[in-house]
C-alpha cells in the first residue's frame, strides 16, 4: 500500500509543477470529503491563488474558520431550479445541473478575472477512483460494459468550451485513503466523517421533477430527521451513506381524523467500503419505529415511509 503521506508530498510537487507561478486556480467545493480534501491539498501547494466557489445548498459550518481556504459564496438555486422545472429523465437532470455548475464557474471565473486581472487557469474537482472506473473503465480493466453506469458530472462531462484545465489530485484514491489523507492535511474529523454526498446534489434523491410540489423543502426536512437520529443512536460512523428520497406517488393515510393524500418517502442506509458496492444497513425495529413517527407526525406532506432494503448491485446507492 501506498504511504499516504508520500502521496500528499508527490502531489504537492505535482501541482506545483503543474501550475505556473503566475497561474491562478478555482474549485467548487460541495461541502464533502473530497472536495474539501482536494482544495486543501492545492491549497498547501499554490496558496491564496485557489480561489473557492460554495454554493449554499447545504448548511456547513463555514470553511474559512476550519480549513483556512478562501472561499466566496453564491446561492444558485433558484438558477439551478428554473433549469431543473418540469425535467424528468435522470440523465438529464444531471447534465443540466453539470451545465448549471459550469455556468457558475464561469460567472466566477470571471469575476475574478476582473478582480485579478487575469484569467483562472486550473479547475479543481475531487474525483475519486472509483467515479473514475465508474464513468470509464480504463483500457485493459476487464470492464467494458455495463460499466458506464450514471454520468457523474465530475468526470469528463466538461463542455469544450470550458477554458479551463483540470487538477484532479485525488483521482487515483479510493474514499478511506481521501480521508487518510485528510487526517494528514488536519481537515477536521467533522469533515472527514461526513457521509459522502453525490455532486448533482438531492436532485437525484427526488426522482423525476425536482420542482414538484415541495419536493425539495420535505426532502430536506425528512433527512434531517433521520441523520440526527442516526447520530443520537450512534452509528453515523458505521453507515457509508445514509439519506431520505422523496417519492413521486401520493398515497392514501388517516392522520387525526383525516383521511389524508400525501407523499411517501423511503429512506436508504449502506455499508460500503469504496461506494462501488453496498450492503443495506440493518436498523433496529425501534429506531425505524421511532423515526417513521417522528417523520409522519412533523413533516407535513408526508403519510408513508418506506425502507429501502436492497443492495447494491442491484441497486445503485442513490435512486438516479
Ligand atoms: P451510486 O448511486 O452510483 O453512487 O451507487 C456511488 C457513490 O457516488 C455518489 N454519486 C455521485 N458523486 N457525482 C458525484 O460526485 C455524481 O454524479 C454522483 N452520483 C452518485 C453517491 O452518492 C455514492 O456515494
Redesign the pocket.
Request: a negative charge; one cysteine or more.
Given at each position: 500500500g501506498w504511504k499516504m503521506q508520500d502521496v500528499m508530498e508527490e502531489e504537492i510537487k505535482v501541482i506545483r509543477n503543474m501550475v505556473g507561478p503566475q497561474d491562478h486556480v478555482i474549485c467548487a467545493l460541495?461541502g464533502g470529503v473530497?472536495s474539501t480534501v482536494a482544495a486543501t491539498l492545492v491549497h498547501k501547494a499554490i496558496g491564496d491563488r485557489l480561489h473557492c466557489i460554495f454554493e449554499q445548498e447545504r448548511v456547513m459550518q463555514t470553511f474559512e474558520s476550519d480549513l483556512h481556504l478562501p472561499v466566496t459564496c453564491v446561492d444558485a438555486s433558484v438558477q439551478f431550479l428554473s433549469e431543473l422545472k418540469g425535467v424528468t429523465d435522470p440523465e438529464k437532470k444531471?447534465k443540466i445541473i453539470g451545465k448549471e455548475f459550469i455556468s457558475i464557474f464561469d460567472t466566477f471565473a470571471h469575476d475574478l478575472e476582473q478582480k485579478l486581472g487575469r484569467k483562472p487557469t486550473y479547475l479543481v474537482q475531487?474525483?475519486l477512483y472509483?467515479?473514475v472506473i465508474?464513468s470509464c473503465p480504463p483500457p485493459g480493466s476487464g470492464k467494458t460494459h455495463s460499466h458506464t453506469?450514471?454520468?457523474?458530472?465530475?468526470?469528463g462531462g466538461l463542455p469544450k468550451d470550458m477554458k479551463l484545465k483540470l487538477i484532479e489530485p485525488l483521482k487515483l484514491l479510493f474514499k478511506d485513503e481521501v480521508r487518510e489523507l485528510g487526517k494528514i492535511l488536519d481537515v477536521p474529523v467533522s469533515f472527514l466523517k461526513r457521509h459522502?454526498?453525490?455532486?448533482?446534489g438531492l436532485a437525484?434523491r427526488i426522482p423525476g421533477d425536482v420542482t414538484q410540489g415541495n419536493a425539495l423543502d420535505i426532502l430536506c426536512q425528512v433527512d434531517e430527521i433521520f441523520i440526527q437520529a442516526i447520530k443520537d443512536a450512534g452509528i453515523y460512523d458505521e453507515i457509508?451513506?445514509a439519506f431520505a428520497v422523496f417519492l413521486p406517488v401520493k398515497t392514501t393515510g388517516v392522520q387525526g381524523d383525516q383521511r389524508t393524500h400525501s407523499n411517501a418517502v423511503a429512506l436508504r442506509a449502506v455499508t460500503?467500503q469504496d461506494?462501488?458496492t453496498?450492503d443495506w444497513y440493518y436498523f433496529e425495529h425501534k429506531f425505524l419505529d421511532d423515526v417513521s413517527r417522528k417523520i409522519c407526525n412533523s413533516v407535513r406532506g408526508v403519510n408513508r415511509v418506506c425502507l429501502d432494503i436492497t443492495s447494491?448491485p442491484p441497486?445503485?446507492?442513490?435512486?438516479?
Amino acid at each position: 500500500g501506498w504511504k499516504m503521506q508520500d502521496v500528499m508530498e508527490e502531489e504537492i510537487k505535482v501541482i506545483r509543477n503543474m501550475v505556473g507561478p503566475q497561474d491562478h486556480v478555482i474549485c467548487a467545493l460541495s461541502g464533502g470529503v473530497d472536495s474539501t480534501v482536494a482544495a486543501t491539498l492545492v491549497h498547501k501547494a499554490i496558496g491564496d491563488r485557489l480561489h473557492c466557489i460554495f454554493e449554499q445548498e447545504r448548511v456547513m459550518q463555514t470553511f474559512e474558520s476550519d480549513l483556512h481556504l478562501p472561499v466566496t459564496c453564491v446561492d444558485a438555486s433558484v438558477q439551478f431550479l428554473s433549469e431543473l422545472k418540469g425535467v424528468t429523465d435522470p440523465e438529464k437532470k444531471r447534465k443540466i445541473i453539470g451545465k448549471e455548475f459550469i455556468s457558475i464557474f464561469d460567472t466566477f471565473a470571471h469575476d475574478l478575472e476582473q478582480k485579478l486581472g487575469r484569467k483562472p487557469t486550473y479547475l479543481v474537482q475531487g474525483t475519486l477512483y472509483p467515479d473514475v472506473i465508474e464513468s470509464c473503465p480504463p483500457p485493459g480493466s476487464g470492464k467494458t460494459h455495463s460499466h458506464t453506469i450514471k454520468s457523474h458530472h465530475n468526470v469528463g462531462g466538461l463542455p469544450k468550451d470550458m477554458k479551463l484545465k483540470l487538477i484532479e489530485p485525488l483521482k487515483l484514491l479510493f474514499k478511506d485513503e481521501v480521508r487518510e489523507l485528510g487526517k494528514i492535511l488536519d481537515v477536521p474529523v467533522s469533515f472527514l466523517k461526513r457521509h459522502p454526498f453525490p455532486g448533482p446534489g438531492l436532485a437525484v434523491r427526488i426522482p423525476g421533477d425536482v420542482t414538484q410540489g415541495n419536493a425539495l423543502d420535505i426532502l430536506c426536512q425528512v433527512d434531517e430527521i433521520f441523520i440526527q437520529a442516526i447520530k443520537d443512536a450512534g452509528i453515523y460512523d458505521e453507515i457509508w451513506q445514509a439519506f431520505a428520497v422523496f417519492l413521486p406517488v401520493k398515497t392514501t393515510g388517516v392522520q387525526g381524523d383525516q383521511r389524508t393524500h400525501s407523499n411517501a418517502v423511503a429512506l436508504r442506509a449502506v455499508t460500503s467500503q469504496d461506494g462501488m458496492t453496498a450492503d443495506w444497513y440493518y436498523f433496529e425495529h425501534k429506531f425505524l419505529d421511532d423515526v417513521s413517527r417522528k417523520i409522519c407526525n412533523s413533516v407535513r406532506g408526508v403519510n408513508r415511509v418506506c425502507l429501502d432494503i436492497t443492495s447494491k448491485p442491484p441497486s445503485t446507492i442513490e435512486w438516479e
